[in-house]
Nanobody, 125 residues
């Protein structure tokens, strides 16, 4: 059974930082596209960033480029989303997602088969 377990959400003031973690089973994690998405109330889900765990390549949405960083820990089968310079517009439920393998990662939800339960990030001004 595929499991993605997110942690690390919370509330922070604008300009602050948070780090989200997504722990996966080994089979799900290895050589796969692991993505982060977010959805704010009344808005569509949007991609934040993605990492290919087989080589560490990353890609980010323009809205978070330079502020957010995705990293991986192969020993823990975990990917992280480090969020710096947070803004009120970053407030959303953040989801971790895993693809079905392959080494070309697209930051679009239809390419991801498995999803975590989500973790709330709230940024106050």
């Amino acid at each position: 059974q595929v499991q993605l377990v997110e942690s690390g959400g919370g509330s922070v003031q604008a300009g602050g930082s948070l780090r989200l973690a997504c722990a996966a089973s080994r089979n799900t994690y290895s050589s796969n596209c692991m993505g982060w998405f977010r959805q704010a109330p009344g808005k569509e889900r949007e991609g934040v960033g993605v990492i290919y765990t087989g080589g560490g390549q990353t890609s980010y949405a323009d809205s978070v480029l330079g502020r957010f960083t995705i990293s991986q820990d192969n020993a823990k089968n975990t990917v992280y989303l480090q969020m710096n310079g947070l803004k009120p517009e970053d407030t959303a439920m953040y989801y971790c997602a895993a693809g079905l393998g392959g080494n070309v990662c697209y930051l679009e939800s239809q390419y991801f088969a498995y999803w975590g339960q989500g973790t709330q990030v709230t940024v106050s001004s």
